[in-house]
């Protein structure tokens, strides 16, 4: 898994490339090029800005397929003509990489399609990938539910990536909190100081996991890790 800034991230996961949230070209953390990366799905918890961000552009160029909440990629099919995969919450599928399933994220999800105002496009979701034997979650954007016990209890995460910025999302307490839900292996903090709005102390995120046995991967964009 490589980190790419914000929440966005390549996953390479049964010799497919999994693009998550790839939210590049106005991400002041991200260094990868939306003209010239290559990959075989593109992956969205939901409509906002942030997340989807090159989304159109990528599947064009590459030819790429889309897996997403129903809506969201019945919406992204429609626009590229893109090959894809609407999904809904709770659901998992069987792909060419390994197992995927959408979980819960308390959020919303929409885009100003029309006219500058919100369009709303489903449910926003978290991703848990089943691969090579290894899981990874991607929690999207999402407040602290208890939904979240049930995937801790359901899935052994070998990594999770969990938004701590607040304001739009769990903040380092709570999401230290969402942590002794899921027990994942090690997490990787995401969606935090990428704008003044979520600019959080991580430390105060990485004291309160690192106590409870989890281990803290603060990783910065370009950063590759095996899951
Ligand atoms: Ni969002
Ligand atoms: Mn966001």
């Known amino acids: 898994m490589t980190y790419l800034g914000h929440s966005a991230c390549m996953l390479e996961a049964g010799g497919k490339r999994l693009l998550i949230d790839p939210f590049l070209s106005g991400n002041p953390a991200a260094t990868l090029d939306p003209e010239t990366v290559e990959c075989d799905y593109v992956l969205l918890t939901h409509g906002h800005q942030d997340h989807y961000g090159d989304t159109e552009l990528i599947l064009r160029r590459t030819g790429a397929c889309i897996i997403a909440p129903y809506e969201l990629a019945n919406y992204v099919m429609t626009k590229t003509?893109?090959?894809?995969?609407?999904?809904?919450?709770?659901g998992g599928a069987n792909f060419d990489f390994g197992r995927l399933n959408l979980t819960n994220a308390i959020h919303s999800s929409s885009l100003p399609i029309y006219g500058g105002s919100a369009t709303y496009l489903g449910n926003p979701c978290g991703f848990i990938i089943q691969a090579d034997g290894k899981t990874f979650h991607h929690a999207g954007d999402t407040a602290l539910t208890m939904d979240m016990q049930?995937?801790?209890?359901f899935y052994e995460i070998d990594v999770a990536l969990l938004p701590i910025g607040d304001c739009y999302t769990m903040g380092p307490i709570h999401a230290a909190k969402a942590c002794e839900f899921l027990q994942p292996k090690r997490v990787v903090p995401v969606h935090y100081n990428t704008f003044p709005a979520i600019e959080v102390d991580v430390d105060a995120f990485a004291d309160r996991v690192g106590a409870a046995g989890v281990e803290?991967?603060?990783?910065?964009t370009g950063d590759t890790i095996e899951v």
């Open 216 to 220: 803290v991967l603060k990783l910065g």
């Open 81 to 90: 003509g893109c090959c894809g995969y609407p999904m809904n919450h709770g």
């Open 150 to 153: 049930l995937t801790g209890e």
